[in-house]
């Protein structure tokens, strides 16, 4: 019963931060006089919902219920959730109703010709796990996000490397980008929540960063498909790309990422890739599949250093 309990706890923190964050007036309502809360209060959501206040709390509290899916669907209706919101919400209720089994955790691997394609578009790409390690890259991925090579396989990850101080250089919509990130691995766990890799990569940026606990705490959850970003390269300045996620075999599988630069930045990839033509081989890297532990001695290695 632990995971369930686990799930219903989580079910009931997501609800909450999300109540918490919608006002009255996002839902055309008037606010009244004298309110002491920010968001919505809880018998606003049930009366809004078609459900009792009662009924509502014991859901925020993780206590022992199994709301159908069209009761949260109205809950979701209430909060104004978007798509990606509700099928989060939908997950999450499904592990609280029944027990889990015991997550089946095949190693993640790159197929052969995942590396040749790597190897031969001309756009920066890397294959990374649900937990955003990095498997393998090629050189305009390196050229553009720093050479995950100068970094051990356990520090390869796009969210370890994100809260280091000098990769936060090269992003100049910061927290935006970690939002994001963040939101991707919120969605990984809440399908396996006692991964040893998302455990250890959760514990360590829970302890060494307060940014990263505020972003955690907001409950965010996204889906890896499609975003943009604008990455700050010491010597070609500003790419805005747009960034596509291809799944590379049924869920919860690696997925390749490709960079795609936004109109008015052509001409800006194309000199990175003369920056990276001129100083690697054309061959994909490949790292082995992370650990499912940080090293034990305590060590930071140095971020990847500006090409």
């Not at 959730?81 to 955790?105: F, G, K, N, S, T």
């Not at 520090?155 to 936060?168: D, G, I, K, S, T």
């Not at 302890?207 to 010597?235: C, M, N, Q, Y």
């Not at 001409?267 to 100083?279: F, S």
Request: hydrophobic content about 40%.
């Amino acid at each position: 019963m632990g995971n369930e309990r686990a799930a219903a706890r989580e079910l009931g923190i997501f609800l909450r931060s999300r109540r918490e964050r919608t006002t009255p007036q996002d839902l055309g309502l008037e606010p009244g006089p004298r309110r002491k809360v920010e968001g919505l209060r809880r018998e606003e959501v049930a009366a809004l919902a078609g459900l009792s206040t009662d009924y509502y709390q014991r859901l925020e509290q993780g206590r022992n219920v199994r709301p159908s899916d069209a009761l949260l669907d109205s809950i979701a209706d209430a909060l104004g959730m978007d798509e990606v919101e509700r099928r989060h919400l939908m997950r999450l209720a499904q592990l609280a109703r029944r027990p889990r089994l015991p997550a089946l955790r095949a190693a993640d691997r790159v197929p052969r010709n995942t590396r040749l394609l790597l190897a031969a578009i001309d756009l920066p790409a890397f294959v990374a796990t649900r937990h955003l390690d990095m498997l393998a890259w090629n050189n305009l991925a390196a050229a553009l996000l720093g050479d995950p090579r100068e970094l051990p396989p356990d520090r390869r990850n796009v969210l370890l490397m994100l809260f280091h101080e000098a990769f936060r250089l090269r992003c100049p919509g910061w927290e935006a980008m970690a939002l994001d990130y963040i939101g991707i691995l919120r969605a990984a766990v809440a399908t396996d929540p006692d991964h040893p890799r998302a455990v250890a990569v959760v514990n360590e940026l829970s302890v060494g960063s307060p940014e990263f606990r505020r972003l955690w705490a907001r409950h965010d959850v996204r889906e890896i498909v499609h975003g943009t970003k604008t990455i700050r390269h010491p010597r070609v300045g500003d790419i805005a790309v747009e960034w596509d996620a291809y799944p590379l075999q049924p869920p919860p599988g690696p997925l390749m990422i490709v960079f795609t630069p936004k109109a008015g930045h052509e001409e800006r990839l194309r000199l990175l890739k003369v920056i990276a033509d001129a100083g690697e081989d054309r061959e994909p890297h490949a790292a082995p599949s992370p650990a499912t532990h940080l090293a034990d001695d305590g060590r930071r290695p140095a971020p990847p250093r500006p090409r």
